[in-house]
């Protein structure tokens, strides 16, 4: 669910991280006389590293000292291991309670800079078929970028990534994963469209995200819905489509649906026109994947918000 988060706050202890806790805060010194270096702009940076979590403590020349936590929660949680396995809500009211335990911070006083909201489906294909068949997202062509046990899908808007990949592909190698894992995520980068959508909702009442909005079940499910919804929209050639049910005239076209570079030179009209052809032959004549997958997101967002206890 919770992925990679970016978090700052100016509500915190700083002698206490910098000296009691068991946080090795590591600041740019001067060796000849220890006097701490600041960078080009004069701040002073320390920083830390913890279950795949990275503190960094930035004091400014007006003597303004912000915390910032960038990192996996959902690493954090499996001591900064790993994320292939579910990452239920319990799991992350832990994640944040601990967070805020050991840093002696409150959730209510962090606001989220940069979050990433994703699920592992076991999917009804292939997964490899699932990513070939990715052709663009609001008109952007899907970009392939290499890792070295998996490659990410990615389409990158101004204000989000949609970002699909192999999810039991990139660690296959490392844990006993013994069925196919399909990883749909967005990670806001800026974080103005996803304020917009929950303001728009009445489930924030200002313009900021905070660490403790993630312990509201409402919060969740909206931004699992939305990203069920991102995933209908993208532009995806099924592979499941029964070609000995087509038209002679329908058959020509497939290999022209699935260049992702055809649809690069589209004007609108035509693009739309395609579009539309496509998904008519999609929906009559193959499996319906995407749709598949789509219940699929919905029905593990739905899984990972049921709790144990009741909501913070």
Same mark, same amino acid.
């Given at each position: 669910?919770?992925?990679?988060?970016?978090?700052?706050?100016?509500?915190?202890?700083?002698?206490?991280?910098?000296?009691?806790?068991?946080?090795?805060?590591?600041?740019?010194?001067?060796?000849? @006389?220890?006097?701490?270096?600041?960078?080009?702009?004069?701040?002073?940076?320390?920083?830390?590293?913890?279950?795949?979590?990275?503190?960094?403590?930035?004091?400014?020349?007006?003597?303004?000292?912000?915390?910032?936590?960038?990192?996996?929660?959902?690493?954090?949680?499996?001591?900064?291991?790993?994320?292939?396995?579910?990452?239920?809500?319990?799991?992350?009211?832990?994640?944040?309670?601990?967070?805020?335990?050991?840093?002696?911070?409150?959730?209510? @006083?962090?606001?989220?800079?940069?979050? &990433?909201?994703?699920?592992?489906?076991?999917?009804?294909?292939?997964?490899?078929?699932?990513?070939?068949?990715?052709?663009?997202?609001?008109?952007?062509?899907?970009?392939?970028?290499?890792?070295?046990?998996?490659?990410?899908?990615?389409?990158?808007?101004?204000?989000?990534?949609?970002?699909?990949?192999?999810?039991?592909?990139?660690?296959? @190698?490392?844990?006993?994963?013994?069925?196919?894992?399909?990883?749909?995520?967005?990670?806001?980068?800026?974080?103005?469209?996803?304020?917009?959508? !929950?303001? @728009?909702?009445?489930?924030?009442?200002?313009?900021?995200?905070?660490?403790?909005?993630?312990?509201?079940?409402?919060? !969740?499910?909206?931004?699992?819905?939305?990203?069920?919804?991102?995933?209908?929209?993208?532009?995806?050639?099924?592979?499941?489509?029964?070609?000995?049910?087509?038209?002679?005239?329908?058959?020509?076209?497939?290999?022209?649906?699935?260049?992702?570079?055809?649809?690069?030179?589209?004007?609108?009209?035509?693009?739309?026109? &395609?579009?539309?052809?496509?998904?008519?032959?999609?929906?009559?004549?193959?499996?319906?994947?995407?749709?598949?997958?789509?219940?699929?997101?919905?029905?593990?967002?739905?899984? !990972?918000?049921?709790?144990?206890?009741?909501?913070?």
């Amino acid at each position: 669910m919770i992925d990679f988060i970016k978090i700052s706050t100016e509500d915190f202890d700083y002698d206490y991280l910098i000296h009691e806790s068991s946080f090795k805060f590591k600041t740019p010194s001067n060796r000849s @006389n220890g006097k701490l270096v600041s960078n080009n702009f004069g701040t002073i940076i320390s920083v830390a590293e913890y279950k795949g979590l990275k503190f960094i403590i930035k004091e400014n020349i007006n003597r303004v000292i912000r915390l910032s936590i960038n990192g996996s929660l959902h690493k954090f949680y499996n001591d900064g291991e790993h994320n292939y396995d579910d990452f239920s809500i319990n799991m992350l009211y832990a994640s944040i309670n601990h967070l805020c335990d050991i840093l002696k911070i409150k959730a209510t @006083n962090c606001n989220i800079r940069t979050i &990433e909201f994703g699920v592992n489906i076991i999917p009804p294909i292939s997964s490899k078929y699932i990513l070939d068949g990715l052709i663009s997202h609001r008109n952007t062509t899907f970009t392939t970028i290499a890792e070295k046990r998996s490659n990410y899908y990615q389409v990158k808007h101004n204000n989000y990534i949609l970002k699909l990949y192999d999810k039991a592909l990139q660690y296959s @190698n490392s844990y006993p994963i013994y069925n196919e894992i399909f990883r749909a995520e967005l990670k806001y980068t800026r974080m103005f469209d996803l304020i917009k959508m !929950l303001w @728009n909702k009445s489930l924030i009442n200002n313009n900021k995200l905070m660490l403790s909005d993630l312990k509201r079940i409402s919060v !969740l499910e909206a931004i699992g819905e939305h990203l069920s919804k991102i995933w209908q929209s993208v532009l995806f050639y099924d592979f499941t489509i029964d070609e000995l049910q087509l038209s002679v005239i329908e058959k020509r076209k497939l290999d022209v649906w699935q260049n992702k570079f055809r649809w690069e030179k589209y004007t609108n009209y035509k693009r739309a026109y &395609e579009k539309k052809e496509l998904r008519k032959v999609t929906t009559t004549y193959s499996q319906c994947i995407q749709l598949k997958i789509s219940k699929l997101i919905t029905e593990k967002v739905s899984q !990972l918000l049921e709790i144990a206890g009741p909501e913070y």
